[in-house]
């Protein structure tokens, strides 16, 4: 790719994160920028259509929606995280689509102000959390086996804030589910994962859910 690329970016977005996998995962050289997503800036108004990140600049071009990005950065640089076959193909797509719906789920029940609240989107997530175990493969360890795909980049977010809220708040939101601790656990220890968030990114946030009301993490 011979136009610089910048990744516009929250720094506790799990949908950056996802693109921010993917790049590693490439081996795509990219500057990263933050923003304020309570105060975005002009600039990033007048390119970004949705007001959302990621937002993926390629020389003068902009792409938004993390699963927009992320196909493209795999379509540019061979080998394919996507199985080749369609249907299979089309599979991993509905499912990175799951994976988004939960992640929505998983921040509502983050965000609930209240017991009640929190247990509400609690029993959701975990019932989305069942379908998933179900596809997970059998013997792993990714999504869909020995191959590494794009359902793992998106779905490394999802499981970095479950172990948050498993290791430090006792929600063992995992504990039914065998085959999801085993993908996580995969997932939470590649290099590419581990290097898809700043450093102090548990505990930022932490401070920053608590500070906006978060009941599980009071
Ligand atoms: N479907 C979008 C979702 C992106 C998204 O929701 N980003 C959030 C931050 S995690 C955002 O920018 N929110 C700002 C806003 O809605 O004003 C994607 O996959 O890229």
Known sequence: MADSIE???????????????????????????????????DWFLKISPTGKVPVLRIGDTVLFESAVINEYLDEVTPPSLHPSDPLEKARHRAWIEYLSTL???????????????????????????????????DDGPWFAGIRFSLVDTAGAPLMMRTRTLDRNFSTELLKAYPKLQRWSDVLLARESVKLSVVEDFEQLSIERYRAQGSWVMA
Request: proline residues 4%; contains cysteine.
């Open 103 to 137: 992640l929505m789920n998983q921040y509502r029940l983050i965000m609930a102000r209240d017991k009640a609240g929190f247990e509400q989107e609690r029993d959701a997530f975990l019932d989305g959390l069942a379908r998933l175990e179900e596809q997970l493969d």
């Open 7 to 41: 990744l516009i970016s929250f720094k506790l977005c799990p949908f950056v994160q996802r693109s921010v996998i993917t790049l590693l995962e490439k081996g795509v050289p990219f500057d990263i920028t933050y923003i304020d997503l309570s105060n975005k800036p």
